[in-house]
């Protein structure tokens, strides 16, 4: 790397120092009184200063880096064409123009020697950048053989530049066989012109002028040497020229085939450029669901798209909207009236938004009479399975101006039109979806506050609770709330339906709770202060009537416990049974009373369907309340886990603890369901009475 970068640091110094050591010599070679005594220099001296300057440069442009930028051709040739070339040809056409307004001296001139000079240094120049000009596009995309007979080019290019240099002289006819076989070599190379099929019609018309102006430069150069023959002492010996002569005519002929390739191309470029057009077209349309675009935005890219890849001179798109779109579609170069006169022509037929293509309207009966300047049309639908989404009406004003290609480019460009406006729709679901699950959270958030974290603590009685949704955001409930005189509210529902309404229903039975629970000022005794669970059914029945949509209900029980008398009353709004575990009796029962579901009845008649009932119990007594999920949960065989089995895991846990019976149910339900899918919230509460105690801190 080091030594690449002195090398390139060197090469500039290196062939502007070789050029004044050419300038130098030649003025000797030239001129040999120039210094007063006669000099004679001699011609291998020439020749070396010659081929260090052209080393020099032809190596410095070789490690230069690729003047190539992407697919920018014409501009390659720009550069080359605006710089060394127009600098070498103005300075060639100042000498010519002096040596024909002052005339060239017999044996020349020390100012004309200067000019040659100059002027030889100026085409070596730009050989080398037309020549690495040329390598850039002849290895552009090629494959690595072609890089390799590149290589080998070049290096037997090099080769001759040394003939001189060294005393042996080729045979005599072995050193123009090795310029035409060098010369085959550069025209064999001279066929790559891959490049030209990237070119615009515009490009290619460019890059003819700008390979018309290399050869020009070529010719100019010739010309210029032709010119100068009696200046013999100016020139090197001929075998010198070996070099430049075939970088010259591989400069020329690569400039030729290309101005020819590129000439002949020019014809097909609007063929392939409209084919890319489309391409790009199609990109378009699919790039628009990556940039999250409109479906008007679709509609509009590929009603242009269409346009201009057909080439209409009418046409208008019809877009069968929906009540959230207000795009209907767009019109070009025809009026709107007349467009319907047309579909209504086309429905009378009935050919409406049916792939119609007619090349003879002039001819139709029907077209004819509506007098519009047009002789073709095509109808193309824009359809899916699910939907007809409009239709893309073109027209031409000659007969017979579309043909199928016309109506295959139309199909593809509907059908992806089509599959970008659903595969919108499909974004657009998503994105609802995706608003509803981050609603569910917040709503699954606001439920589970609404849960209490703190369960009742007393020394009369062990309560354990359990809640499972099974969705994000179900609709059980319960609650509790501590009254005065060593009495407690529990409170169990659940709430029909899911979801975002389940649990703002949730949030509105709860209110409800607290507010009704409140102290009543006006009481007139104490056991009146507070509402029995059958007077609260009743006013929160009253209350949800008024908020509670029609077709939603809640089932709900309410107990009152009053643990310093030892009993309860209860009253069940369409609840489940209550579970309960006699401990003197020891057996376990469930209380069947009558009850309706909240919301059912939305009139002072529900009080008619509502009971309390008193129950005075004893420690060790356990009460189970839950809501239907958990004796609605299916087993392996649909079967469900039931009241019974319930019962029976009462009856084989109500010695454990209020925490342990919660335990061994759920164990035994997830055990029944298990490789089953959750179908309803589970909500569980285990309360069991224990001996009055002292208080702790008596």
């Not at 309390?612 to 007594?621: E, M, S």
Request: net charge negative; hydrophobic share 45%; proline share 4%.
């Amino acid at each position: 790397m080091l030594f690449a970068r002195k090398r390139n640091t060197l090469l500039l110094p290196l062939s502007v120092l070789s050029w004044l050591g050419l300038l130098a010599c030649t003025l000797l070679y030239a001129h040999p009184d120039l210094l007063g005594p006669r000099v004679e220099l001699p011609g291998w001296l020439l020749l070396l200063m010659q081929a260090l300057f052209t080393a020099s440069v032809f190596i410095q442009e070789s490690i230069s880096p690729d003047r190539l930028r992407g697919l920018d051709f014409v501009g390659l040739l720009r550069r080359l064409v605006l710089g060394p070339g127009l600098v070498a040809t103005v300075f060639v056409g100042l000498h010519l123009l002096l040596q024909l307004v002052v005339g060239s001296p017999p044996a020349g001139s020390v100012f004309h020697t200067v000019l040659h000079t100059l002027n030889t240094g100026l085409f070596v120049i730009l050989l080398a950048r037309t020549n690495y000009a040329w390598r850039s596009l002849v290895l552009f995309r090629s494959s690595d053989q072609l890089r390799r007979l590149w290589f080998c080019f070049e290096a037997l290019l090099g080769a001759t530049l040394l003939f001189r240099l060294f005393t042996w002289t080729p045979p005599y006819g072995l050193g123009s066989a090795l310029l035409g076989v060098m010369a085959v070599f550069g025209a064999y190379i001279s066929s790559h012109q891959k490049w030209v099929a990237y070119l615009s019609r515009r490009q290619k018309l460019e890059a003819v002028l700008l390979q018309l102006a290399v050869l020009l430069t070529m010719g100019a150069f010739v010309f210029y040497f032709l010119r100068t023959p009696h200046y013999p002492r100016l020139l090197a010996l001929a075998t010198q020229h070996t070099f430049l002569t075939l970088n010259a005519f591989f400069a020329g002929f690569y400039a030729l085939m290309g101005l020819l390739v590129t000439f002949f191309n020019m014809p097909t470029g609007r063929v392939f450029e409209q084919k890319r057009e489309e391409i790009l077209n199609l990109q378009r349309l699919t790039q628009l669901i990556q940039r999250g675009q409109t479906p008007q935005e679709v509609y509009q890219v590929f009603f242009d798209s269409a346009v201009q890849t057909v080439n209409a001179d009418a046409a208008w798109l019809s877009v069968e909207t929906t009540s959230d779109e207000e795009y209907s579609g767009q019109y070009y170069h025809i009026l709107p009236e007349q467009a319907q006169a047309i579909c209504h022509l086309l429905a009378d037929y009935n050919l409406g938004h049916i792939e119609y293509l007619n090349n003879d309207l002039l001819n139709s009966s029907g077209f004819r009479g509506l007098g519009l300047p047009f002789g073709s049309l095509i109808v193309m639908p824009l359809r899916s399975n699910k939907r007809q989404y409009g239709a893309l009406y073109m027209l031409k004003e000659p007969s017979q101006s579309f043909d199928r290609e016309n109506l295959s480019i139309l199909q593809t460009f509907a059908s992806q039109t089509v599959l970008s406006i659903e595969n919108l729709q499909l974004v657009q679901a998503s994105l609802d979806t995706q608003r509803v699950q981050d609603e569910l959270k917040i709503a699954s958030a606001v439920q589970d506050s609404l849960i209490p974290k703190n369960l009742p603590i007393d020394n009369w009685f062990e309560i354990s609770s359990h809640a499972l949704a099974a969705t994000e955001v179900g609709g059980d409930f319960y609650d509790f709330l501590h009254l005065p005189g060593r009495r407690l509210a529990v409170l169990i529902g659940d709430v029909s339906g899911k979801g975002v309404t389940a649990a703002f229903h949730v949030a509105q039975m709860k209110g409800i709770f607290h507010a009704l629970m409140q102290e009543n000022p006006l009481a007139r005794n104490e056991r009146e202060k507070f509402p029995v669970p059958s007077k609260f059914m009743a006013q929160a029945n009253n209350a949800l009537a008024r908020c509670l949509e029609k077709a939603a209900f809640i089932t709900a029980s309410l107990y009152i416990i009053d643990y310093e008398h030892g009993g309860f009353v209860f009253a069940r709004a369409g609840h489940c049974h209550t579970l309960y575990y006699h401990s003197i009796k020891e057996e376990v029962s469930y209380f069947h009373t009558a009850g309706l579901g909240l919301g059912i009845i939305r009139n002072d008649g529900y009080e008619k369907h509502i009971k309390n009932q008193f129950y005075d119990y004893n420690p060790g007594d356990v009460m189970v309340i839950y809501t239907d999920g958990i004796i609605e949960a299916r087993g392996a065989d649909q079967e469900e886990y039931g009241e019974e089995r319930l019962k029976q895991m009462l009856e084989r846990t109500y010695y454990l603890d209020a925490d342990e019976i919660k335990e061994q149910i759920l164990a035994d339900l997830n055990e029944f369901s298990r490789g089953q899918p959750m179908h309803d919230d589970q909500t569980l509460l285990v309360i069991k009475f224990k001996a009055s105690q002292p208080e702790p801190s008596l």
